[in-house]
């Protein structure tokens, strides 16, 4: 009887898990379509993030420090906010949570830098606000714990970051590794106004990470590049890469010739923004069937 029991309880397990998000025919067939051209405005298009239908993104390094909101439909910026009291050494991730947005000056490809800036605006400035400077509710001052670092062989000025994710009280940054294409995440509270990145997982990616996004409590995105070619990796994991497992990976033929830079996740479908390169900077769409 309990032999019988056992084989029912593993068969409802199999047809259980038969749907979920980690298998991988979910992800086997996709089509990558371009959105709109983006202005001229974004054309070192880094971070992105839809809001209220608007998409949101800025300008990396040495740029001002101005946050563009894009309508899509028509390629064109429909507002724009300069950030108080903020510089634009290397803005490159941006992320959410219900109240916030968090912009991120973590970028180091100098390699000059052993802190950093996240900038948190609340989204009701963006939405609400007629003025067009926006002053941050908070600046969180960023820096890498050495003990972390030791543990991926780098040095405080040798780390490079281009993603950011949010997860309950703390941000998650997902280092970018130019040598051994592997990814690093480093936690920082939310809460304090200094805050020192501890090292928590990482997971061999097999490129250059540019950007990162959520999907659920339990999968995230991971989109970046090698040898001029893009590529998107969906994980089983949350934000600290612990446990990770690769759920679906893909060599984005479509995208070749573009530096992309942003990733966002709206609607079950992907968008994934370039900057001007060898091709116009860009907005596409990837969606499954």
Known sequence: MRNLVFIAIFFIFLACTANSVSDTNEFKNY?????CDLPEEVIETSGILFLDGVLWTFNDSGNDPILY???????????SFEIATAENIDWEAITEDHQN?????????????DTYEIYVLSKDSLTKQSTKKI???????F?????????INLNAVDVDCEAILSKEDSLVLLTKDWFYYSVAAFTCSKTASHSTGELQGSFELGFAATAAVRMDE???????YKDYRSYLVILDSDPTLRHAKEVAR?????????QTEGLCYADGKFYISSESLSMPQALFRMEFH
């Open 31 to 35: 089509t990558i379509t371009k959105v």
């Open 69 to 79: 909101g894009i309508d899509t439909s028509a390629g064109e910026v429909v507002k």
């Open 101 to 113: 947005i968090y912009i991120a000056d973590v970028g180091n490809n100098g390699n000059s830098r």
């Open 135 to 141: 002053h941050p509710s908070k600046v969180i001052r």
């Open 143 to 151: 820096e890498y714990s050495e003990t972390g670092l030791e543990d």
């Open 218 to 224: 339990n999968h995230l995105a991971i989109l970046g």
């Open 250 to 258: 893909f060599e984005l033929y479509d995208l070749e010739g573009f």
